[in-house]
């Protein structure tokens, strides 16, 4: 059976907290939900057509669930207004959490209880979108706006981490979207130059996501964000990419003497930076220390609910 017209179907965007373009090896990385969801209903027939990422979606729920589930995405809209700054993505994988709640949507009670169905489907469409784009994303996102909370994602392997309790995570934006596809292109293709420095540089971003995910302490958090971000210098020095904008180093040393990190997240050259501090370190503080280094400051927060379905619209 087909959703009601009045269901609504959500998905929280993510921040990847570590492991960047390692992620794509195989390696760990450590993504949390966050709380500025996609929101997908069915409305009268929207005119624009659908997105690469709906289109791919449709296709893959109608291959496996039916005709019936692929013609909702007729009626269906998908809005992501929370995950951009107007008209600029924040970098908060607004595809993913739009393919994601609109698997779950058109699917109805044929996904009812079966999250590994909705997250197989999400997968496949978002990955044929994004193929159709020249990029090769993880799944990360996708697990992530599937799961919700924070994930530890390797090779296709999923566990759910906690973080230090005495942690406070805290979020800055550079004002400069990031083209994630032509990034991680242009690091595949510096790949295929002989050498061990950007092998070496993903093992360290590797090790900086094992380290943040073992973290017990706020302090181990920090070391691990400081780690990762030495990693993410040393892979855009290595291959020669623009990875890490100009503004981390001015934040990071405006966050030192609070005892607190920070870092690019996902393929990095702009979008969100990632802040580590110790609890004791108000919002306030890591607000002005942002503003400072002439960020802005993005308040997040970590969101426990994953994909959600509701029947009613409320």
Do not use: N
């Amino acid at each position: 059976m087909s959703a009601p017209r009045s269901a609504i179907a959500t998905a929280p965007g993510k921040v990847m907290l570590a492991g960047e373009y390692a992620v794509l090896d195989g390696g760990l990385a450590v993504v949390a939900a966050v709380d500025r969801r996609a929101v997908a209903r069915h409305t009268a027939r929207p005119s624009a057509p659908l997105s690469p990422f709906l289109a791919a979606a449709r296709d893959v729920v109608r291959a496996v669930l039916g005709d019936t589930a692929a013609r909702s995405f007729d009626t269906i809209e998908v809005d992501t207004r929370a995950l951009s700054d107007g008209d600029r993505k924040l970098g908060l994988g607004s595809s993913a959490a739009a393919t994601v709640a609109a698997v779950r949507l058109a699917g109805g009670d044929q996904l009812r209880d079966d999250l590994a169905l909705v997250i197989r489907l999400s997968l496949e469409a978002h990955a044929r979108a994004q193929a159709g784009q020249g990029a090769a994303g993880s799944g990360a996102d996708v697990i992530a706006a599937s799961h919700g909370g924070v994930i530890g994602f390797w090779a296709g392997a999923v566990q759910r981490l906690t973080l230090p309790t005495d942690l406070r995570l805290h979020f800055a934006w550079t004002g400069v979207p990031a083209d994630t596809a032509s990034l991680v292109a242009a690091v595949q293709a510096a790949r295929a130059r002989p050498g061990t420095a950007i092998d070496d540089a993903l093992t360290s971003i590797t090790r900086a996501a094992v380290a943040l995910a073992g973290a017990g302490a706020a302090v181990d958090a920090v070391a691990a964000f400081r780690a990762g971000a030495r990693a993410m210098d040393a892979l855009a020095t290595a291959t020669g990419v623009a990875l890490v904008p100009p503004s981390v180093a001015e934040l990071a040393a405006h966050l030192a003497p609070l005892g607190a990190a920070c870092k690019t997240t996902g393929a990095g050259g702009g979008d969100v930076l990632a802040i580590a501090a110790p609890r004791t370190i108000t919002t306030a503080a890591l607000d002005t220390a942002i503003v400072q280094a002439g960020l802005w400051p993005l308040h997040l927060a970590i969101d426990p609910t994953g994909v959600d379905f509701d029947p009613d619209g409320e």
